[in-house]
Structure formats: structure tokens, C-alpha cells
């Protein structure tokens, strides 16, 4: 009877051995299907700053840490932190947003530019300077986050310039996502406005929302919230699985949208289809050292996975695992087709 029990676990075993390695094709397959597919980015850009160093001492002015600066660095933030993460998967990109008429939006166009991102839809913001998230970070903790930015909505002259540069790329796109960091750019007539576009041109439409603002994304085919996203956008406390599954659907029937996904941290994710159905995703990740951008890697994993032609859960599946990777980085940084296939492997 034992040497059977022994012969079955190792029947099993593998099973599973077998089922994993079609997983890992199939993922790999997926993966090579994002090279060179197109997705329009709309929304708003911004400078993520870091400011690097050490605390040895309090300050004698203020119970406050003083931190003795190494370093000064400037990444892409924001719908451009998205469109760097669709670079890096191998996609193309077009941008479209707004930025200051100063040294900072200069820096953002060149280095867009730089890694080959379409720039054509980004505009010279008038007064409005370009946004600026600066963080100082000891030991690499943050200590303190600056905000430079004004996030009064765009002028109609503004919004009408941007719907057409929109309009202009869409045809030449197989996805389309809006990341809304509520600065000002994703207005109540640019959605509308982009989402009766999107349906006539059969293109998908794929929002990382801002509570402010969920009321705007009306029609949109998938909504990627975060845990208190989706709570504050039902009004419901989420407090176990059933309180996910009816915040989801409530969303759902609210904002008339086709689909779903509830980013959870490390407890995964959970996708809601037109259907009624729901899956939960497992969390990959490892340790958690900073979730800053997860969610600009999120919504492009799903939109350059739509622009593939991958049903929904698979893109959320690639989501999950690109997820995985970036919170193990301090700061914002883009997620690469080489990560992706060796953490595939390290998974199965």
C-alpha cells in the first residue's frame, strides 16, 4: 500500500511538472505576441524625482531626520511611466498629454523621444508648469514626498487640440488606455469623447482610474482600481472575499463596463467579466520593496496584451506576474520582456 502511495505522489508530481511547463510555453507565447503591437496612451505625465542619501543625525530645528543627499535622479511618471513600461514590453507607443513650457517638460519630451515614444500628441501646457513628484529617500525609504503641480482641468481650446491628436492616432492602435492621476488632463468630455471614438473604431479602452473620478468612465472596457479604488467607487467597506465580489459587480453595473480587475497588493488580483463571472489571480511577487508604478505596469501589461489579440484573463494574468516584478524596485521603473520570461521561469 505504501509503495502505491509513493508511485501516485510521484504520478502526480509529474502531472504537475507537465502542466506547468504548458503554462510557461503559453505565457512565453503570449509574451512574444506584445512585440511590436501599438497602444495610444492619454493622460497625465509627470516627472517622478529622486532625491537619494542617508540619516545620521536629527536636525536641531525640528524633531525631523537630516538627510545628507548622494544622488539626484528623474524618471518617467505617470501615463509616461506607462508608455515606458509598453517600450520596455516590446510594444510601440503613441502619447498624448500635456506638459509645462519649462526645463522639466523639456526633459520629458527629449527622453520620451530617446526611448521612441510618440510625442506628437504632447502638448505645451501654457501656464501650467509640468508636474513634479519629488521624493527624498534614506537607506531607500521614503522620508518625504514633494508635489509641484497645478490640477485645474484643461482649457476647452486645450481639450479640443488633444481629442484630435487622439482621433488622428486612434485608427493605427489596437488599445487604448487613459491613466488618470486626476492633474487635470482627463476631463468628463475627453472620455466620453475617447470612448465613442474607441467603439467605432472596435478599439479597446483600458482606464487606471482616480476615485474623483469614476463616475466619468462610463462604457470603458476594462477598469484596473486598487483595493480602496474599488471600495471608495461601490461605497461599500471591503472587508473579506464576498465584499470583493459585490463591490465588483456593483462597479460593474455602475460605470456599464465590460470588465474588471481589482489590483489587491499581495493578495493578487481579482477580474470581473460582462458575464457575471469572476476569477481571483494569486499574487507572484516576491518581497515588497516600493508599489510606486505598479499600477502605470498593470494597466499596460493589459492594454498592450488586448493590442495582442490575448482574451482578458490572460492579459490579467501577465499583469500579475509584471506586477510581481516591479515592487521588488525602488522608485518608478519600467518592467522588460526579459524579466517577465525569467520570473515565468522562477513561477513554474
Known amino acids: 500500500m505504501l509503495r502505491l502511495m509513493k508511485m501516485e505522489k510521484v504520478r502526480i508530481k509529474r502531472n504537475e511538472g507537465s502542466i506547468m511547463k504548458k503554462i510557461v510555453s503559453r505565457d512565453e507565447e503570449h509574451l512574444n505576441r506584445l512585440e511590436g503591437k501599438k497602444v495610444l496612451v492619454v493622460g497625465d505625465l509627470m516627472i517622478d524625482q529622486y532625491i537619494w542619501g542617508d540619516v545620521s543625525r ?8 537630516v538627510v545628507g543627499v548622494d544622488r ?31 526645463q522639466m517638460g523639456r526633459w520629458i519630451a527629449q527622453d520620451l523621444r530617446k526611448k521612441g515614444i510618440g510625442v506628437r500628441g504632447v502638448l505645451l501646457g ?24 497645478v490640477t485645474t482641468l484643461l482649457s476647452r481650446d486645450e481639450e479640443g487640440t488633444l481629442l484630435g491628436a487622439i482621433r488622428s492616432f486612434l485608427d493605427d492602435c489596437g488599445a487604448l488606455v487613459i491613466s488618470d492621476y486626476a492633474k487635470g488632463v482627463v476631463t468628463p468630455t475627453l472620455v466620453r469623447e475617447i470612448v465613442a471614438m474607441a467603439e467605432v473604431e472596435g478599439v479597446p479602452v483600458a482606464v487606471d482610474p482616480k476615485v474623483k473620478h469614476f463616475a466619468i468612465y462610463r462604457g470603458v472596457t ?7 479604488e474599488a471600495s471608495a467607487g461601490a461605497g461599500i467597506i471591503i472587508d473579506s472575499m464576498d465584499a470583493i465580489i459585490e463591490a465588483g459587480r456593483m462597479i460593474m453595473e455602475k460605470l456599464d463596463c465590460r ?25 507572484v511577487g516576491r518581497e515588497v520593496y516600493d508599489v510606486t508604478g505598479a499600477g502605470d505596469t498593470v494597466i499596460a ?18 499583469s500579475n506576474v509584471a506586477a510581481g516584478v516591479v515592487v521588488n524596485e525602488v522608485g518608478t521603473v519600467p518592467i522588460t520582456l526579459d524579466q517577465m520570461r525569467a520570473r515565468l521561469r522562477e513561477l513554474y
Open 58 to 65: 536629527m536636525s536641531p530645528e525640528a524633531p525631523v531626520p
Open 259 to 283: 470588465s474588471l480587475v481589482i489590483t489587491r497588493g499581495d493578495q493578487g488580483m481579482t477580474l470581473f467579466t460582462g458575464d457575471g463571472k469572476w476569477v481571483h489571480i494569486p499574487a
Open 301 to 318: 501589461t493589459i492594454a498592450l496584451g488586448l493590442a495582442s489579440g490575448l482574451d482578458l484573463e490572460d492579459c490579467a494574468r501577465l
Open 126 to 149: 501654457g501656464d501650467r508648469p509640468t508636474t513634479i513628484k519629488t521624493r527624498v529617500l534614506a537607506q531607500n525609504q521614503q522620508v518625504v514626498r514633494v508635489d509641484r503641480e
Open 222 to 228: 476594462v477598469l484596473t482600481p486598487n483595493l480602496l
Open 72 to 102: 539626484e535622479t528623474l524618471r518617467l511618471g505617470g501615463a509616461a511611466n506607462v508608455a515606458n513600461n509598453i517600450i520596455s514590453l516590446g510594444g510601440k507607443v503613441e502619447l498624448c498629454g500635456v506638459v509645462g513650457d519649462d
